[in-house]
């Protein structure tokens, strides 16, 4: 049952309605495929990140992952950091489909892998691993 709750606001006596759960019929669905679906797109990242350093750093590798020659090994970069993607989506999405999970960790874990991503990309770093 709906329960009127009086407030004052600005000098008036406001009668407000408090509705519960219950009678709204508000169902919280379970947020496991959307952390599914940020933990992929972080991993994702991670992978882009990866693939970026190690073609960098090794010609050879660079040449093996051109998959389009106008476009050189970015073709390659992007192509298996989206399969790494869409198959990471998929496991997570079987595995947490019908769990609830707190946030914050979450959000942790995708944050690292996104900024170890990340990390992978600029040439201070890949330049790390080049030979010679």
Same mark, same amino acid.
């Given at each position: ?27 919280? +669905? ?5 952390? #599914?679906?940020?933990? &992929?797109?972080?991993?994702? /990242? =991670? !992978? ?28 390659? +970069? ?5 399969? #790494?993607?869409?198959? &990471?989506?998929?496991?997570? /999405? =079987? !595995? ?37």
């Amino acid at each position: 049952m709906a329960m009127s709750q009086p407030r004052s606001e600005g000098g008036r006596k406001i009668d407000e309605i408090v509705w519960s759960a219950e009678e709204l019929n508000v169902v919280e +669905k379970p947020n496991g495929p959307a952390a #599914a679906a940020l933990l &992929a797109a972080a991993f994702g /990242s =991670l !992978v882009m990140g990866i693939l970026t350093t190690w073609a960098e750093a090794y010609t050879g590798f660079a040449d093996k992952i051109n998959l389009q020659h106008r476009v050189g090994p970015l073709s390659g +970069k992007v192509t298996f950091a989206g399969l #790494a993607f869409v198959i &990471a989506w998929v496991a997570l /999405s =079987l !595995v947490l489909w019908k769990r609830n999970l707190p946030w914050t960790p979450v959000a942790i874990v995708a944050a690292a892998l996104i900024g170890g991503g990340f990390t992978g990309t600029f040439p201070k770093f890949f330049d790390l691993f080049a030979p010679g």
